[in-house]
């Protein structure tokens, strides 16, 4: 298919390709137009009809998005901009520099200026930052048969029709109704007798995750959004909600991974700014793990008596982080989609307590049986290494399963508190716990 | 509102509860029967009406649904089941024991039961395990006018009828058309004019993965999904896309922490489970930290002639395994996300060469003037120790970067090429950076 479209293109056969494309999904033709030269692009986008282009213009990426712009008339400007969902709009001039924005808004009518601003106001991280103003109001006293006819009139430009919205004469938001349900309805009866009173809703300011709970316990569609006055200002639809689960999923990898935390695509970042975003974090770790290079220094004279004991460290340290960092992500994933609770502080504890002592001996039975056995490692020694074994699993996993709820407590992401972090306090008592047994039980 | 009806519910007043439920939302409606003696919860149950029994039925858990078809006659079992969305009612019997699915089916219908079969069939991870059937379908032949009386006819069991599908006689899918469509279009015209021919489709074995990236790419609200001869057999929503990309994150996030995945909430999974699911990744990690240790045996002599040297250790492997778990947790979300294609190996590759660079220039000149000029180790020993901590942040992120790649290629998982394994691998590499400059640097 794509082949043979820019064969078409090749050959200068536009009329022939406009049929093709005509057929295609936007998001294809927009691939194909990453493909192109610029100026043959240019051509092809004037060709194809006005619904088709502005669908495909909100999913080519802002460069193309902006060489467009600077391309095209005024007048094109406005007959694209007429067919553009508000949401893309917004998002569109969100990544434009100040003269398109200009050069857009300046072909726009007083209101929807006005609107504009308003939206590109909205704090980045909330509801009103990405919902769209095109859905179907209805008033609760049209009969079925009337908001079906509202329904069928304004329907067509809304991105999704599936729920219907009640409102007064104020705007203040009083039920919900699913198209589903309207057409199934007696056509004579009001609306306000089938709608929906108890509706799940955002206002405008409330944050991206409470957006994503709601969409997700309620299996919702579509959900309103109201201002402080309870008048609905716009909607929210699924498609979105995916976009930002992904966003969010992105931050808390990258923070458990302890980079900053970056919206832009890998291949897409520069280098500087990638290692921006890595070094603060590795150099207050860096820092952090001299400490365990201090208490290595305060027992040089045990390691130097049974210099045997200095190769166990590694082992240890690393058996810690990992059990650590295993509580760690299993508690955070779960506090971030919401299956643990800050009160469950206890019941995690207690949890993490027993996994911990399962986990701890069979970890220090293998170890007792290799290292003894094995590698015929003197007995008290062997005894030494494993009980510290044992003890840093146990506390490496109370402390990666309490930590990122203590975190959540006082409203620090507990993301923060993954592996990186885990793993420098774990070998600091790895350690100490190491060179106290020794002392024990070799008498050093 | 929640204790307004457990206190009428308290009092026995189960009229006035009846008409509190009734508007309330099924999942809140669920969340209240698992706060319900069962008793109650039994009396609750069978006077909502059968719609909202139904609903409330597919979110309350196993255990409950469970007890009510244990509790109630076969009559209401039909009568509840014949509102359940066939999606919902796959779901509910994949969990029952066998006595509860055989009850079930023995009160449905041949055509049913034999569907229901074949679905349960589904591979766990295929389309065919998640698809449902309630949807529209149109013939290409009809006139808008006679599509629109269908849709009002069926639509109203269906869980979206945002698109309706087109087939032929023998099923085989021939187009999709959205309601919002047919609506605006003339109501003569016949439907294979208007219908998009261009469908975005799985087939019933595809994996969730292929689901989820297209679901993304269009911003689907509903996908269909076809058998080998291209028949349309059922629908993917887009509530349960939401579902699954929760699942497959949460699958990495354990892969990446060394865990092995699992579906079930971390509360509601006993101690042993939890136990086993980490004890063969710390067993395989252990023993493979063994080799590290191994390193620092084989150098005891350098070590216990300069004492001092062993205190970096910890400072380098820590710094060394950050490094490289940043690297390979952005190429596994890339390449998670389609961001980052196996073809891109070089650039990724260049990208991670010039920011360890960077990285590594950084780190080892603070460090430098940490422990040189603050600490006043020896002027030889802070060079080993600075071009050590280079060199491995170097090699760490190239490790990084190419092993989740690499697992890519040969068709494993990237995600298990994270933190836990990067670390062991370059706690070894660093060692071995050491030692080889300290017999340079320090001719030992």
Redesign the interface.
Known sequence: MNEKVLNLIGQGQYAQARKELI???V??IAQLFEEMDRDVLLIIFRILPKEIAAGVFTYIPPELQEFLVESITDKEIISIWDKIFFDDAIDFLEEMPSNIVKRVLKNTDHETRKLINQFLNYPEDSAGSIMTIEFVDLKKEMTVAKAIQH??ET??D?E???NCYVIDNNRVLEGVIS??KL??SDSELPVKDIM???I?YVNTLDDHEKMITL???????TMPVVDNEHRLVGIVT??D???I??QE??E???K????QPSEK???KTN??T??KH??L???V???S??F???I??RF?DV??SV??L??????L???G???G??S???????LA?G??KPK?FL??LW?EF??SI??GV??AT??FL?IYFLEKVDLMISITVCLTLFFTVVLAKLVGGLLPIAAKKVNVDPAIMA??LI??IV?AVA?LIYFEFTTIFLGL
């Open positions: 057929d295609m999904n998001v294809d329904v069928r329907g067509v809304k999704t029709i599936d198209i589903r057409i199934l929906q009173t108890d799940k969409f997700k316990k309620y299996d919702l569609l699924i498609d909600i995916v976009d689960i992904d999923n992105t808390d990898f990258q458990m991974a302890a980079i695509e890998y291949l280098v500087f990638l290692a890595r070094i974090w590795l150099l770790l860096m820092i793990a001299t365990t290079g201090n290595i220094r040089n390691l130097s210099v045997i200095a190769s166990f460290i590694p082992m340290m690393d058996t982080g990992n059990s960092s295993q760690a992500t299993l508690i955070i994933r779960g989609l299956e643990i469950d019941k995690v949890k027993r996994v399962l986990v069979v970890l293998v170890n290799r592996s990186p793993t420098t070998d350690l």
